[in-house]
């Protein structure tokens, strides 16, 4: 029998629904998305669950009024001033004792917030890989630490957390007021969502992707939302719902001329504190050579998650079995059509390669040509020449062969993976398929491409994935894109060698697998 959580009279949600999940809280300021958020962590207090909450404005130290919650950091209802020295330790306390924290960074400068919440969230990685138990991390206002765009050390340990966590139990809850600018790949890993209202246009496109209706629906839907309401999506399950009113204190309201009494607030146990107070004590401060040692850990323990990174990825390698290196043909110049049959035996015959993972074979490297000529392109299928538009790519532009070996040359440089998933759509346009079906046909693991979808080929447009109501489906957008981006080209080439393009393209990219 599941634990009822009361977060709305239109939801009907448990707290095992909530273990390692990835939840998204969107909304401009003032449409109810931080009471909502306050309201998830009510329920999970209320359940004993183990949480710490990243409040950079100093909101949540409110929920004291009725929970026995940890606030650290500095500002308004602080229980104990922390830095990064004895960052560790407080995640430690939390972990082992299941001590609810408030990381209160209001006080913090940038850089200083920085390397707090570094520390202490690879302290709750490396902790979680032992307890293996349940445990939900909230970052509010995500779109400072781990915006679109922008690589760092510490949206990398987040995206972590939010793509690889669930296996130790550590869930995500993450708010915004700018959809747009939080971090796509995080973001795409939110497996629930609580769509509050927005304004401005680059939100609402975000709010298209993740919402089955057509983009003028999505606004009026979204603009008739009041304070508080908001969409609930969790797979095909979408609904309107209303969010009740926090219980606790919210220190985030809006003011107003209203007299505002503050709440009696509840203490964690005097036992807790001492121990956090000796930790802190114990490190005080520290000399260089103890920063250094520090510094020096806190490396080792980032090396020690990259090698479990590696394992997962030379078992994913042993899972998909030895691939046959095709050495393809942009990795030298243009087709030369002529040439083709007689280099494709020379190859097939002198060069057989056999990689685990053929995207870290440098082929330019690797490979040496026995010949006296000029090396030409290899292995890439023959054209057809007899195409009735009258075009050949020796007939077409040198611009434009040199932009189509550009543009593969690059998408061979994509994962392994990525390009099978590629392969497969462009071979099988313009059907849609689910993450299943396509894990099926290509013999791939479907959690790998859940987890890891195809990124360099979604950004471009080269691949399309869409929300449905039976799931997310994904399927090849070859000609829109190759309308985009040999748009240049159009008036010298026409219609007809647009379409050649294309036909040419498909032809190559089915083999980039």
Partial sequence: MGKPLNISRDLNLNLEDLIGQCIAILGIRGSGKSNTAGVIFEELLQHNYPLSIVDIEGEYFGLKEKYEVLVVGTGEGVEIEIDAHCAGEIAQVSMEQNVPVVLDLSGFMSEERTELLKVYLSSLWNLAGSFRKPYMIAIEEAHEFIPQGVKNELKEMIARIALRGRKRGLGGIFVSQRSAKVDKDVLSQAGMLFLHRVVHEVDMRVYSELLPWRKTEVKEIINSLDTGDCMYVNGDNILPIYVRERSTFHAGFTPSLEAVKSPELKSVSASIIETIERARAGKGSQSPAEQLEQRIDLLESMIDSKDERIAELEEVARTLGYI???????????????????????????????????????????????????????????????????????????????????LVSRFIREEMLHRKVLAFLVEHSPGAYSAHQIAAWTNCPQELIEDDPPHGFLSPGLIVRERRTSGTLYRSALRAFVNREFRVFQPDIGDCGLHYVTRLLRERLTLIA
Wanted: glycine share 4%.
């Fill in 324 to 406: 046959k290196l095709e050495i393809p043909s942009f990795v030298r110049e243009p087709l030369h059509p002529g040439s083709l049959p007689e280099r494709e035996d020379r190859i097939s015959n002198s060069f057989p390669v056999v990689v685990a993972d053929a995207s870290t074979v440098d082929i330019t490297e690797s490979v040496q040509i026995a010949s006296s000529e000029k090396p030409e392109s290899i292995g890439a299928p023959k054209p057809d020449l007899d195409d009735e538009s009258g075009n050949t790519s020796s007939s077409l532009p040198p611009a434009v062969n040199q932009h189509i070996e550009r």
